[in-house]
């Protein structure tokens, strides 16, 4: 079945400077990766998502790119502001299912002012 | 509110007991999944329904464990004769089939379970 590495567990970076988070899959066959942001005691909430069709896509501050052969996919904020400050979680549909989605371990993203 | 919700929110319960949850999904949401989240980790899967039909079981879905849509609408989730290992945040998410490529998942609030 899939496997999701996700590195690193936690980061801190100045406000203001980037952080980029590194996730690895082992189902050549997935086809879906969905980056969520899940803050204290709160919910996971989708920021973005990419297709295996796809190499990169953005949403402001907000990238993602995918390596289909290496199996590497990340997720890149500019600009950091306090308010990213919460835990990020990579993902990957399993290329045999239809829906089921595994998850990394998540990295404790801080933002120091 | 139009999100997926769930209840209840918190759940204590001794060693042994049943306990059930219930979720709503966004409304028109063909999909409905379970999740288990414990501390420092990300959720993982449990089980899935597409409509009323339960479609794909995790190994971690042990025989204590139960899930029904029976209508499918909402859903709910029973763990019978819970140990303390089934401590955890349960949680539920709902999707809408529009193409294998654009399956968003959107997740409920949570149900925290302490098992004392």
């Known amino acids: 079945g899939e496997n999701v590495e996700q590195h690193p567990s936690t980061l801190s970076v100045q406000e203001g400077d980037s952080a980029v988070i590194k996730c690895t899959y082992s189902d050549s066959a997935s086809n879906y990766f969905p980056w969520y942001k899940q803050e204290l005691g709160k919910r996971p909430q989708l920021i973005i998502d990419i297709r295996s069709n796809v190499g990169e896509k953005k949403d402001q501050r907000i990238a993602v790119t995918l390596n289909k052969t290496a199996k590497h996919f990340s997720l890149h904020i500019t600009e950091t502001q306090p308010e990213d400050s919460a835990v990020y979680f990579c993902?990957?549909?399993?290329?045999?299912?239809?829906?089921?989605?595994?998850f990394g371990s998540g990295t404790r993203l801080s933002i120091r002012p | 509110d139009t999100g997926v919700s769930q209840d209840p929110r918190h759940k204590i319960t001794k060693r042994g007991q049943n306990v059930t949850f219930r979720c709503d999904p966004i409304s028109e949401h063909n999909r409905l999944y379970w999740y288990r989240q414990t501390l420092g980790q990300g959720p993982e899967f449990l089980t899935y329904f597409q409509n009323e039909a339960q479609l794909e079981k995790s190994r971690l879905l042990s025989d204590r464990f139960s899930a029904e849509r029976p209508k499918g609408s909402f859903s709910t989730l029973e763990i019978q004769r819970t140990e303390q290992g089934d401590s955890a945040m349960y949680l539920c998410a709902s999707s809408v089939e529009q193409n294998h490529s654009t399956d968003t998942q959107y997740f409920g609030p949570g149900t925290r379970l302490t098992v004392l």
């Open positions: 993902a990957a549909r399993q290329g045999s299912s239809a829906s089921k989605i595994i």
